[in-house]
Structure formats: structure tokens, C-alpha cells
């Protein structure tokens, strides 16, 4: 069953008449919370799934900040855990699609033993239509590319890795 | 053409907000998703799921060829492309065409015109329409001679498309080669095509549009809004009727809209933009719009019109069902939209997983979401996650019920605008009347918002 905003209102209709304060409604496909506040009504709706399978593992969920999903997989030498030693990582500073280049087919701005200053554009992530520009944040060379041009990263995950210069 | 199956090519509050009206008209509806988006709430809402293609826009709501595989393999009559992503897609309008299904829109004909920024104008013009002085530029010595007779400050446009993409402000002659060569770069990039055109430069504009509904032969308004609280060319806050707006220069340019649309013969729903220039008294034809707007739900509070039903009805290549005088304009209404963006942060993107997900409800207030609880907010895709609309019986009502709506929205566990929407909704200019569209950057600018966009914890206050 799915309630219209229309059907919503109508339940709302008889509650500010009524003495009620708060409506809990459960169908087994929607969950209805309504409930009176100092200023009016707030509505809470959470639609589940009947018969529609969970099918397997998505590949390329991106998921949020805090789920890292199925790119996150242990040993992975995108995830932060233990740094080479003497390498420094370029994490992702936000989740979205990481860009080497600044456009199809254009150069990348660096490759594998480019020399970088901290402010050196060493990518892009694309997050919600818009272009994040990836600065190296230290002065050195690129040891490794971790992140493949196009695919997802999750925000935290090593995009490269650099050795800086010994200062 | 009766539809009888509706392919959803879109996702978010807008494919949510299609499947509704279409259960109350009793037409299926198919959900066309993206892997990312197979268990989103308009999922849970279509009576069926196809899978569009993998989460990244470019191979599933972006390609033509996946939306009408995806119609045909499912059995759908027609195609709602929504706002955005291949709404305005001439090769999507065509691509139907030819494989019998409806694609609710204008013809490809149009969509072609009409996202031709310089055709547009001078058809506009041609139509008795007033457009800004300018007109396109393909040298430097003819931008030179055209920006001497405009005079400055002018803008350099795309021909190509909006979104301020391709757009620069010339303030002297000598800024005028790098912001030619720049508008022109970055117009190919986005557009595929390089062309661009000069404007004359408002310093204070209001934007205001006009919706429209027309079947081919007659055109009918359904009165105008505002769209002025706009950042980076997104608005942000839209009103129907537009306030403060002169009667008789309201009259000329709703006048104006329908002349144009008559002209062109157009069939479906779309805006006209304008620009108001408040000082001379003046509005400016700037561009249409050839699809339902996200803004749309503040002219159906104040015409009572649920107008996907009647873009629906057109579609099907019926007459308007509406006659001028039959529309009735009452009240007014105001949206806000609420997106996943920090404005702490300089409005970065903020994707991540929701929490708790509560909005107001009640008398004169309409939420447009696909957001609850556990809901993940995609990299991907646009940020906007919930537009807040509330009515009253003037606009200081409206405002009023729309800060009490703001207060008790609570989106837990991604930043949101939310408080940049309450800072903005609270503050006196915008309640005194119409602003320009300027006015948000300056609001921004001055600290004047409670810009932090983190969601406030369980048990927190939440500002009066």
C-alpha cells in the first residue's frame, strides 16, 4: 500500500481535531510516523521492499563517506592502512569519480615519476556534476597511481602515492 | 495516443513525483534505474524496475540508447525524461519517434531550436518578443564594434546552452579578447560548440518565468514565478506569482510568452525566462525551457493544476483541456530547495548515507523528496535531495509557513542547505519583497546565513 500526500493530509485533517498527539502506522511496506510538534506536524515515512530481490554485490557503488563499500577490500593498496614506508598518500578529500586528466583523451597531469610541487593539480573528482581539483599537498615525485582513471573512490581511499623530497 | 505504460527515464524527487500522479491516473509506470538507484525510493514506488545501466550517468541516464532499449524490452507506450539528463534531448525525442513510443516533450524540431541559444533569440525577436541588445559574434573586431554599440558592461554567452557555463562578464574593451577566447573554450567543452553571443549586462535583474502549456495551435499561462535567490545560476528559492512585479509589465510579459509559443506552434509544457530589469521597467526575452521545471510545484499550489497530468494529456496529443479563463491564480506559494552541499565549505558536495529523515507536514505544506531513512546520496547525481513548498493566502503567509516547515526539517547524517534555506527564509529582504539575483552571493558573502550545513545530532535544538 503507498499513501498519497493527498491520504497524508486526510490523516492529518482528523488528528489536529483529535486529542492525539503522535500516529504509528505499519502496513509491512510503509512504516507512517506523525507527530506534533511545538510548530505542527512532522512526518517520518520509511517504504520497504516486498518481493523485490536484494540482488548480489554492486560493483560500482560508491556509497558515503562512511561506507565504504565493496572497493574497500582488505590489502587493497588504495585504503590508507599501512603506508610504504617513506611514501606519502593523495587521498580522496570527498567521494566521486577520479579523473587523471582534465578532459577525454587530454594528457594526465602527472604520470609515474612526475615531479610535483604541494600545489600541483594531480587529478579530478567528480562529485555531483562538479569537478574537485586534487592538489599533490606536498613536494616530491609520483611513485605509484593507486586509483585508475574513471573508477570511484570512496573519500579516504589513496589516489597516489608520492615520495616526497627530503628536506 | 491513450499511455498506458510510462517509462520513468529519470530518478530522484522528480521520478517520485511522476509515479504519483501517474497511480492516480492509473497509468503503469516503469522505473528505468541505474545500478546505484535499483532500491531507491521511486523504485519502491513504480509498480516496475528496469535496470537503465551501470551508476555512471554518460552509460544509463544519459544514453538514449539504454532509455529506449529499456522502454521497448518493458513494454512501455511512452517516456517521461523528467528535468534534466535527456530532457532536452532531441535524439531521444526523434529515437521515440521512430519506434512508435510517446515521448512526452515537444517535438525534436523544437528541442532542436530552442537549444540553439542564438536561434532562440532571434525567433523570440522575430515574434515581437524584446531581447537584450547584442546578438552572436564570430571575430574579435565584431565583438569590438557590436560591444561599442551596446555598450559595457556586456556578457559574453554560449550559444550552445546555460548553466553559466560558457558565460563571462566583460566590464572594459580590453577584457574582452580573453573573455571571448575563454566563453568560447569552455562553451566547446561543455556544448560541443563554440559559438557564443553578447548581451547587454543588467546589474540588478530578477529573473522571472512564465509556465506554459500548449497543444500545438492554442497556448494557454499559467501565471509566472521568481527564480531570483539563485548561486552560480542554481536557484535556490522560487515563488509563484512573481511579487512587486509592475501590473502592466506582468500583463505584456505573460502576453509575450504565449505570442512566442503560439508562433512557434509549440505542443507540451515549457517556460519562457525573462529577465526583469526593475530599474528601466523592463523584461527581456532570455530562453525556453522545453520540460517540466523543478520548480513547477509552486505554480500547481497556486493553480490548483497538477500540470505532469496535463503534460501527460498533450502528450497524448490531445487538445488543451484548459481555456485561458479557466485557470485561476490564487494565493501564493513559495519552494525552497534543499540540497547535499556544505555551504560551510564553500557548498562542497556532501554524498553519504541518511539517517534519521523527518519533514514537516500539515495545511498548505507539500515536501518532493526520495529521501528516508538509510537513503544513500550518490556521487553521481545532482544534489538537490528535497524541495519544500509551502501556500498561503499571501506571500507573508507563505514565507511564514515555509520558515515553521524549515524548522522542522531535520535531514541527519549528510551536510545539507538546510540552514543556509532557514538563514535565507528568516531574513528581512527577502520577506520586505523581490529580490535580485545577485542578492544570495551578497548574503553568502556577509556571513548573514548560518552557513554551517552539518546535520544537527539527536536531541539538538533546532533554531527558532
Known sequence: ?167 | MRIRCLLIANRGEIAARLARTCRRLGIETVLAASEADLDSVPALLADRVVRLGPSAPQASYLSVAAVVAAATATGADAVHPGYGFLAESPALASACAQRGLVFVGPSAAHLRLLSDKVKARSEAAKAGLPVLPGGEVETLAGAESLSDEIGLPVLVKAAGGGGGRGMRLVREQGELAGALELASTEAREAFDDPRVYLERYVKRARHVEVQLLGDGADVVHAGDRDCSVQRRYQKLIEEAPAPDLPEELGDDMRGAAVRFARHLRYSSLGTVEFLVDPDRGEYYFLEVNPRIQVEHPVTEMVSGLDLVAEQLSLAEGNPLRLRQEEIELCGHAVECRVNAEDPARGFEPAPGVVGRAVFPAGEGIRVETALQAGTAVHPWYDSLVAKLVTAGADRSEAIRRLRGALDRCRIEGIATTLGLCRSLVASDELSAGAVDTGWLARFVAAGSGQLDGRPCGAGEAIRG
Request: negative net charge; aromatic residues 4%; without cysteine.
Open chain 1, 1 to 167: 500500500m503507498n499513501l498519497s500526500p493527498e491520504d497524508v493530509d486526510e490523516i492529518l485533517k482528523i488528528l489536529d481535531g483529535s486529542g492525539y498527539d503522535e500516529l504509528h502506522l505499519d502496513t509491512g511496506r510503509l512504516a507512517l510516523t506523525l507527530r506534533r510538534e511545538a510548530g505542527g506536524w512532522t512526518s517520518q515515512q520509511l517504504l520497504t521492499n516486498r518481493e523485490r530481490v536484494a540482488d548480489g554485490p554492486r560493483p560500482d557503488n560508491a556509497g558515503g563517506s562512511d561506507a565504504p563499500r565493496e572497493h574497500a577490500v582488505a590489502g587493497d593498496s588504495r585504503r590508507a592502512g599501512a603506508p610504504p614506508e617513506g611514501l606519502l598518500a593523495v587521498l580522496a578529500p570527498l567521494p566521486g569519480v577520479f579523473y587523471r586528466a582534465p578532459k577525454p583523451g587530454a594528457p594526465p597531469f602527472v604520470d609515474v615519476g612526475g615531479r610535483v610541487e604541494a600545489d600541483t593539480v594531480v587529478g579530478l573528482i567528480e562529485t555531483m556534476k562538479l569537478m574537485n581539483a586534487i592538489p599533490a599537498g606536498s613536494k616530491g615525485s609520483v611513485e605509484e597511481i593507486a586509483t585508475r582513471n574513471g573508477d570511484v573512490a570512496a573519500k579516504g581511499d589513496v589516489l597516489m602515492w608520492l615520495r616526497p623530497d627530503v628536506s
